[in-house]
């Protein structure tokens, strides 16, 4: 057996460890063959003694001598050249066996001869003690005729090459673990360098680490100034968003309200308005409400790039929403003579979507098609595969480039710049669509030919249903039921559970938001706490939702109440609508701008008035003359008030009295909100209804509550306790930083509605 392993670079070097080995296996015999010498003296006195019994005492003497003169030459021999003195030993001890032999006359002495044969194995090698035993034999029959006794010639025969196999089988596992020993002494060695060099290595390392630990750190603290400034500008961005609409829907709606009052009612105005003047009307107000769409357009870009795009998702029939588009844009194909067709299979399943939304993307698609489209027509089908439902618009219209068609649905992208000019659109389109689409789950996509046409194609997943019975989850169980084990797994479909959710408010909300923002989930309303505890009874709820503008009376009720169930959660909230906007004002009711005539009448008939008489505060007065002109045309006999600031508006009121009032929240001098406080001090002008014309949605600002609690029933445990503080405050802390209210025309102490 050898052993091949390198422990310095993995590679085959065996001759440099037998060498070794042998260098030191020679060490050790030199100081063993020292310890033979006194055994040559004992072996020389034993011959002197035994000499006087012999009849020749000659050989005797002569071999004592050659004992006692053997240890000195094997002395001398040693330490210039070891095997010299080995080879001495063995030969000293053949001659003496010899002489006691031949000439002594004792036959049997010569199973003495396993003692040369014994030290030649020993002190020289193998081969040695082979080639002396070799040595022996030839003697031993070359002297048959000397010792006629075959018997003693083969013992001894028999005896030497015993002693060479026996002493062969000592030394061979003794020369591996030699091998062993300095292989393992070798990879030691080996191993200690590498942990020496190892350490050295570490210890740069921890150097570099602590280095790099540095450098992250000041990076670290880089980047925390980068969010910040991120989110201050995401702040800004928002602001300015809010600000945007409200600046641009003002304006607007001077421009569409003026236009539409001047072609629905011109005989308000003295004299016949001609019709060259009617037209130029017509295209203020057409090209007023494109401008109007595309405002909504880029508000709707800029809530889905921020993921807040309001779904309010309704099992629908993809047939309805289908419909719906075709004839809206039906009158565009009628106007080019071009066709419109529409597959539709009745049955298709109903697909848990946004019908608005829906609606809109194959709008969309439907009026690109149209504008795009010279010659032929569009067709429309509709299919399912699998678990999700497919839509195509296909026309024939030029086509689009290869090299274009990544350009399609980017925001304001379009294939080149004489579209823009011929066809008209804003490059915004498409992009919406994308995102409604990828929003729902789905994708949408295009195929396209130069002239041969485009098809465009997306797909909406059909969300599966989870119903829940309203006669409670205890209704179906019998008690005298029969427990069997199932012995195989059910072949039935699982069912999707998905979180349940109940909410408690007066108006809507709270459950708007859930509807449009949480995917998934089960909405269930109630409008009065012992409606939420019974309903909690009847069937779980994931945490029951209170939407109050006070959270501490809310609170408090629930606290009150104690009938919430052990372990259910409830969670308060004022978060405020169009509806509770108006509640928390005390107003009757809040319109957002641009506000059609139609749109105020409604409001004035759910009012219901005692009087005609109607004060309009607002510090616009193109808004005073629009809405003046709103109430005279609609032929019910309004008599108009009208004031620029709150503090006009109290005097009037005061002075003249109304029966309603039409009032703007944001105002120099005196604003709304200083308005409604004044006039909800005083007996007698409290009663008068008000209805908030404003041109910002309380619905959509970024901040929608500024309070929340938590309860739950049975109590928090002090996991529980732990788990609710760092969850809160790893949510709050990462959302909240840089958030601010984008209002801040409104005072310190009012609402920032308006």
């Avoid at 709707?300 to 289908?322: C, F, G, I, N």
């Amino acid at each position: 057996m050898s052993f091949t392993h390198n422990v310095h670079n993995g590679t085959s070097q065996p001759s440099l460890r037998l060498s070794e080995v042998r260098s030191t296996l020679r060490d050790l015999q030199a100081e063993n063959i020292l310890r033979v010498l006194p055994g040559l003296y004992v072996g020389g006195f034993l011959l002197i003694a035994g000499a006087g019994k012999l009849q020749n005492p000659s050989p005797a003497g002569i071999s004592a001598v050659i004992l006692f003169l053997l240890p000195i030459v094997i002395w001398v021999l040693r330490q210039p050249n070891y095997l010299t003195a080995a080879w001495g030993l063995v030969l000293g001890f053949l001659v003496v066996d010899l002489l006691i032999v031949v000439w002594g006359g004792i036959h049997a002495a010569i199973c003495l001869l396993t003692l040369p044969v014994g030290l030649a194995t020993l002190f020289v090698s193998v081969g040695g003690g082979a080639l002396t035993a070799t040595a022996c034999s030839l003697w031993l029959y070359a002297s048959a005729t000397s010792i006629p006794d075959p018997g003693l010639r083969v013992t001894a025969l028999v005896g030497v090459w015993s002693v060479v196999g026996l002493i062969w089988l000592t030394r061979h596992p003794f020369s591996m673990a030699m091998e062993w020993y300095h292989f393992s002494y070798e990879r030691n060695r080996y191993l200690l360098e590498q942990a020496r060099d190892s350490r050295v290595h570490l210890k740069q390392t921890l150097k570099d680490l602590e280095e790099a630990n540095l450098q992250l750190t000041r990076l670290n603290n880089l980047a925390q100034g980068l969010r910040h400034v991120a989110e201050e500008a995401r702040r800004m961005k928002e602001q300015f968003v809010a600000n945007v609409s409200h600046e641009l829907r003002t304006p607007l709606n001077m421009i569409v309200g003026f236009s539409e009052m001047i072609m629905r009612s011109p005989d308000i105005y003295d004299g016949d308005l001609p019709p060259g003047l009617l037209a130029d009307l017509d295209v203020i107000h057409r090209n007023s409400q494109h401008l109007s769409r595309l405002i909504d357009d880029v508000l709707d870009l800029s809530q889905v790039e921020a993921e807040q795009v309001a779904l309010t998702k309704e099992r629908v029939t993809l047939q309805e929403v289908v419909s719906a588009a075709v004839v809206a844009v039906r009158p565009l194909f009628d106007s080019k003579g071009l066709s419109l067709e529409a597959e539709i299979p009745d049955d298709l399943p109903k697909v848990l979507c946004d019908p608005t939304r829906i609606r809109q993307v194959v709008l969309n698609l439907l009026s690109n098609a149209g504008r795009f489209t010279a010659r032929g027509g569009v067709h429309i089908r509709a299919w399912r595969e699998k678990n999700d439902l497919l839509v195509s618009v296909a026309d024939t219209g030029p086509g689009i480039p290869a090299e274009d068609m990544d350009k399609l649905f980017q925001p304001f992208q379009q294939v080149d710049g004489s579209i823009r000019r011929r066809y008209g659109g804003t490059g915004l389109g498409l992009c919406i669509s994308k995102r409604f689409i990828e929003l729902h789950g789905g994708k949408i996509w295009v195929e396209s030919e130069e002239g041969v046409g485009t098809t465009f194609f997306f797909r909406i997943p059909v969300a599966p249903s989870t119903l829940v019975s309203s006669g409670g989850f205890l209704h179906s169980l019998n008690p005298s039921w029969e427990y069997l084990q199932r012995t195989r797994p059910s072949a039935a479909p699982k069912p999707v559970a998905r979180p349940r959710f109940l909410v408690l408010e007066t108006g809507y909300a709270l459950r708007r938001l859930l509807s449009r923002y949480m995917n998934g989930v089960e909405i269930a309303s109630v409008s009065s706490l012992q409606e939420a505890i019974q309903e909690l009874s009847d069937v779980p709820a994931r945490a029951l939702l209170v939407n109050d503008m006070s959270v501490g009376e809310a609170l408090r009720h629930l606290e009150e109440t104690g009938g919430l169930p052990y372990g259910t959660p409830a969670i308060t909230c004022s978060v405020p609508g169009v509806h509770e906007a108006a509640g928390g004002l005390g107003v009757s009711d809040y319109l957002v701008k641009p506000i059609s005539r139609d749109k105020l009448l409604t409001a004035l008939d759910r009012l219901r008035p005692e009087g005609k008489t109607v004060l309009i505060v607002d510090d616009e007065p193109e808004a005073l003359r629009l809405f003046r002109r709103m109430l005279v045309s609609s032929g019910r006999g309004y008599r108009i008030l009208k004031a620029t600031d709150g503090q006009q508006g109290m005097r009037i009121l005061r002075e003249q009295g109304a029966d309603v009032i039409l009032l703007d929240l944001i105002m120099p001098r005196m604003n709304g909100f200083r308005f409604l406080a004044d006039k909800s001090q005083d007996q007698e002008l409290r009663d008068i209804p008000v209805i908030v014309i404003s041109a910002r949605d309380p619905t959509g600002q970024p901040i929608v509550s500024s309070a929340l609690a938590v309860t739950r029933g049975g109590g928090l445990s002090v996991p529980q306790l732990l788990a609710c503080i760092d969850s809160l405050s790893r949510v709050l802390s990462t959302a909240g930083q840089g958030d601010g209210p984008v209002l801040t025309e409104a005072p310190s102490d009012q609402p920032a509605y308006g």
